[in-house]
């Protein structure tokens, strides 16, 4: 007997097609950029956030490092969307960006994508090389 009050089970398979998001991954080469988002922990958090917020994103973390005088900075905004990643080497012009946004309330594409192009623009990479990945 089917009792009204009892929901079909959902499979692994359908809560993974719910969630499905895109991982925006690049390598940019060349940066040209001003030097305090290679080198400076703290001004490279205050411009990552800001970008994740113009982009409609919600931050509910992050944590930036740098690793010494002249050293690159590693960096996560932990997202409610998922994650931003960012790497930096100032001794070789080279940055690795990470932007991934799950899909599970709504559509965050366009708005992983202008966080992407936004924080890419400002390392104006002579060099990017991007990667767009379809998750789950």
């Known amino acids: 007997m089917n009792h009204p009050h009892h929901s079909a089970p959902t499979s692994a398979y359908g809560i993974a097609r719910q969630t499905a998001g895109l991982h925006l991954i690049g390598d940019l080469h060349g940066c040209r950029c001003d030097p305090r ?3 400076d922990a703290t001004h490279l ?3 990552c956030q800001d970008r994740v917020a113009a982009a409609g994103l919600t931050a509910v973390g992050s944590l930036f490092h740098r690793f010494g005088e002249g050293s690159g900075v590693t960096g996560v905004v932990v997202l409610a969307e998922s994650h931003l990643s960012i790497h930096t080497w100032p001794e070789a012009g080279y940055v690795t960006l990470d932007v991934y946004v799950c899909n599970y309330s709504a559509n965050n594409r366009p708005k992983a994508e ?3 192009t936004e924080l890419q623009a400002a390392f104006a ?3 990017p090389q991007v990667q767009r990945v379809e998750r789950g």
């Open 37 to 39: 988002l290679m080198l």
């Open 45 to 47: 958090q205050d411009f």
């Open 114 to 116: 202008q966080l992407f």
């Open 125 to 127: 990479p002579a060099q």
